[in-house]
């Protein structure tokens, strides 16, 4: 079976990786040890500004079934349990927030060498219904992502996407927000030794007439160290810097400044993660 085309999440992701993750305009440390049994424990602290976010998840594995559950500082606890392959092609995913009693929820995944289908439904009296659906191959794709309130009868996300793929070029074209944005994005590898490549992502909102142009690079300087670069038309430069200085364990320094008002201070963001 051949890769198929994918979930909806993934129309665009390359592009958007590019541009936006590892980004950090925040202070971020995040530790992973695991137990003797195979548990995995997880601590993460964030500093924004003056105020201190902390969590603390555990990760634990029993053949297909995948076990997740977060505490964060406002003593929410989060779980989610993942049975991956009961049937082929399929994935079952179980969450809920406690104390939050609506935030039950089951979702299924099913992918296919030329489908990719994703529902999920709140467990609640008149619960919150998704679908996301993909049609086509590993070259070609179109889909749809909904959501329906039947508490209210209305729709609240109503988007639709197309993604063409190449060797090495990733072109894609969503329409969000109910037909109120329209994003085109970008993503061409120009050199695989070093895994330089360069996107961008075009965004028009018709309600605003705004649009907003981001453009964004990478470079491998060496096989253990990355740097990236972006800018979008309001004058936003960012820059970082991410290097593994073991397996799995990676420090990252970003920056971003204002072209236009070049007297404020810079942004300057931090995220170290460590894992054993």
């Given at each position: 079976?051949?890769k ?8 665009g992701?390359?592009a958007?990786d590019?541009?936006?993750k590892?980004?950090?305009g ?8 695991y ?11 964030i ?6 976010l902390?969590?603390?998840s ?6 297909n079934i995948t076990?997740d559950?977060k505490?964060?500082?406002?003593s929410?606890?989060?779980t ?5 392959e ?10 809920f927030v406690?104390?939050?009693q609506r935030?039950?929820?089951v ?6 060498e030329?489908a ?6 709140g467990l609640?009296?008149?619960?919150l219904?998704n ?11 179109v889909?749809t992502?909904?959501?329906f309130?039947?508490?209210?009868g209305?729709?609240?996300?109503l988007?639709a ?10 072109a894609s074209?969503t329409v969000?927000?109910?037909c ?10 120009v ?5 330089t490549?360069?996107g ?5 909102s018709?309600?605003?007439n705004?649009?907003t142009?981001?453009?964004?690079t990478q470079?491998?300087l060496d096989p253990?160290?990355?740097?990236k ?7 936003r430069?960012?820059?970082?810097i991410?290097h593994?200085?073991r ?5 990252t320094?970003?920056?971003e400044?204002?072209?236009?008002a070049?007297e404020?201070?810079a ?9 054993p």
């Amino acid at each position: 079976m051949g890769k198929g085309p994918g979930l909806y999440s993934e129309i665009g992701k390359k592009a958007r990786d590019l541009l936006y993750k590892d980004y950090q305009g925040d202070h971020k440390f995040t530790v992973t040890t695991y137990t003797s049994d195979g548990v995995a424990i997880t601590s993460t602290g964030i500093k924004k500004g003056e105020l201190l976010l902390a969590d603390v998840s555990t990760q634990l594995k029993n053949k297909n079934i995948t076990t997740d559950v977060k505490v964060d500082t406002s003593s929410k606890l989060f779980t989610t349990v993942t049975v991956d392959e009961p049937a082929p092609g399929l994935k079952t995913i179980f969450s809920f927030v406690v104390p939050d009693q609506r935030s039950g929820k089951v979702e299924l995944q099913y992918q296919h060498e030329y489908a990719g289908i994703s529902t999920s439904i709140g467990l609640t009296a008149n619960p919150l219904v998704n679908f996301s659906g993909v049609v086509g191959n590993n070259c070609v794709s179109v889909g749809t992502d909904l959501s329906f309130d039947t508490a209210s009868g209305n729709f609240t996300k109503l988007n639709a996407g197309l993604n063409f793929t190449h060797s090495d070029l990733i072109a894609s074209v969503t329409v969000n927000d109910k037909c109120d944005n329209l994003t085109a994005s970008y993503y061409h590898i120009v050199s695989p030794l070093t895994n330089t490549a360069v996107g961008a992502e075009l965004t028009h909102s018709f309600s605003s007439n705004e649009n907003t142009l981001t453009f964004g690079t990478q470079y491998e300087l060496d096989p253990l160290t990355t740097v990236k670069a972006r800018w979008n038309n309001f004058g936003r430069a960012s820059a970082l810097i991410q290097h593994e200085f073991r397996p799995k364990s990676l420090l990252t320094i970003s920056g971003e400044v204002d072209t236009r008002a070049i007297e404020k201070s810079a942004k300057v963001g931090m995220a170290l993660l460590l894992k054993p």
